[in-house]
């Protein structure tokens, strides 16, 4: 079982940065592929990004490619969404998931395990 705990939400303006965390439990961390996802009001969830086992293979949606960078901690058992040039169209709710196997990253059927979310709002 692992729980996963997103952090670093919040308001900011068109252009700013926000750095999310993503915290698990366990001792296995490692084992898991990082996926980040959003879901804005009205829309389905989608693929933002995802990190596999070592932060060797990163992947990401075509619509953050150059503003957002995902990172990871095994140490520390947490994975980083750093987002920079920040867009309205970013606004939604942020998620982090843990999938065991790593087969397609950007499936969110793939993930066994979620966050809560964290709410993410940009102004214009």
């Known amino acids: 079982q692992v729980q996963l705990v997103e952090s670093g939400g919040g308001l900011v303006q068109a252009g700013a940065s926000l750095r999310l965390s993503c915290t698990a439990s366990g001792r296995t961390f490692s084992r898991y592929v990082m996926g980040w996802f959003r879901q804005a009001p009205g829309k389905e969830r989608e693929f933002v990004g995802a990190i596999k086992w070592s932060g060797t293979n990163i992947y990401y949606v075509d619509s953050v490619k150059g503003r957002f960078t995902i990172s990871r901690d095994n140490a520390k058992n947490t994975v980083y969404l750093q987002m920079n040039s920040l867009k309205p169209e970013d606004t939604a709710v942020y998620y982090c998931?843990?999938?065991?196997?790593?087969?397609?990253?950007?499936?969110?059927?793939?993930?066994?395990?979620w966050g809560q979310g964290t709410q993410v709002t940009v102004s214009s």
């Open positions: 998931a843990a999938d065991r196997y790593g087969l397609a990253p950007s499936n969110l059927n793939e993930y066994d395990y």
